[in-house]
């Protein structure tokens, strides 16, 4: 069943529910009755769809015409069309995955954490000069001063994208971002004390994030680190 396959996502992210992942958690809970919908017509199927994505073998398919076809049902929803990119990111495809995020951001581009979903996926196929470009758009977005944007120009002229990233970890309170993106950012800059020490605390909130530890290829630095496989093991007896 459908809500049995989610089960163990949704109660884990309903312990200690937190304000900044409140648009996520209700995102998601809306693509829980758009998979009841699926459910009646390819209920075997379902579980393929969630599965892979919540606990699975980080190289499992995932089933594209089913996401299709969730996608299809509702396609004005800009949560539905993220979870999609955000499917083909985990399936570490991410030229499609990029362009799915595109889709979003012309769909709205106030729906500010696409622009970390897809700068990430820009930068896993390569292509850091344009993630930079959308980067910028998001310091657009929320106004940032001519002087801080000037410190990210230089610093991706210096460093690249691992310049931005240092950056970045400093400014966090201004431009956006979660706990986990702290992670994701001090695994990719190679610092896996700190992305440890984060994660643990992402773990003690009970966030969404934690369920996709197994997946998410930002994470792939940490994963010969028997303090993350540690911590995994947790995650997964919960």
Request: glycine content about 4%.
């Amino acid at each position: 069943h459908a809500r049995a396959a989610l089960g163990g996502l949704l109660d884990f992210q309903r312990l200690q529910p937190r304000r900044d992942v409140d648009a996520e958690r209700i995102g998601f809970q809306h693509f829980e009755r758009l998979l009841l919908r699926l459910h009646d017509v390819r209920q075997r199927h379902v579980a393929r769809l969630v599965q892979p994505q919540i606990r699975r073998d980080d190289r499992r398919q995932l089933d594209r015409e089913l996401l299709e076809t969730a996608v299809d049902l509702e396609p004005a929803s800009r949560f539905n069309q993220r979870n999609y990119g955000r499917a083909l990111f985990y399936q570490r495809r991410y030229a499609e995955a990029a362009t799915q995020f595109e889709r979003v951001l012309q769909m709205d581009q106030s729906f500010v954490g696409t622009y970390t979903w897809l700068t990430s996926a820009l930068v896993l196929q390569g292509d850091e000069a344009r993630a930079f470009e959308w980067f910028l758009k998001l310091l657009s977005y929320h106004k940032i001063d001519e002087a801080t944007v000037q410190v990210f120009k230089k610093a991706f002229q210096t460093s690249g994208w691992r310049g931005v990233l240092r950056e970045r970890l400093k400014r966090t309170d201004r431009i956006g971002g979660t706990l986990f993106d702290r992670v994701c950012y001090y695994a990719q800059l190679g610092n896996k004390d700190e992305a440890v020490r984060y994660l643990e605390r992402v773990y003690e909130r009970r966030e969404i994030w934690m369920a996709y530890l197994r997946v998410d290829p930002r994470l792939d630095p940490l994963r010969n680190d028997s303090r993350f496989n540690d911590l995994l093991r947790r995650v997964e007896m919960k």
